[in-house]
């Protein structure tokens, strides 16, 4: 059973970059057919997908973010990263990564357990 575990700093300070990475556990990142997600949950608001990494390498982005947002992987590590840039108190969330099915549609097996990240100075 894949595992998927989040880890990077909580707190931030505004105008610096948030990096964050997922480490997976009991399959491969690279495994066909499966997309590699970051998704963030504000407080009180819905989450919110922010982009993803195929297992062939391709990402893909949300528009709303994709300027401030980069994600990349480490195939020896089995582990994929965000990085977003220039953060704002309104980037605090709890942040997940989740393995996804497809990359239309909401569908994710495997959950991290969602690591907070608080931007502040």
């Known amino acids: 059973q894949v595992q998927l575990q989040e880890s990077g700093p909580g707190l931030v300070k505004p105008s610096q970059t948030l990096s964050l990475t997922c480490t997976v556990s009991g399959g491969s990142i690279t495994t066909n057919y499966y997309y590699w997600n970051w998704i963030r949950q504000p407080p009180g608001k819905d989450l919110e997908w922010m982009g993803a990494?195929?297992?062939?390498?391709?990402?893909y982005y949300n528009p709303s973010l994709k300027s401030r947002t980069s994600i990349s992987r480490d195939t020896s590590k089995n582990q994929f990263t965000l990085q977003l840039t220039s953060v704002t108190p309104e980037d605090t969330a709890l942040y997940y990564c989740a393995r996804g099915l497809s990359i239309e549609t909401a569908d994710y097996d495997s959950w991290g357990q969602g690591t907070q990240v608080t931007v502040s100075s």
């Open positions: 990494i195929g297992y062939s390498g391709s990402t």
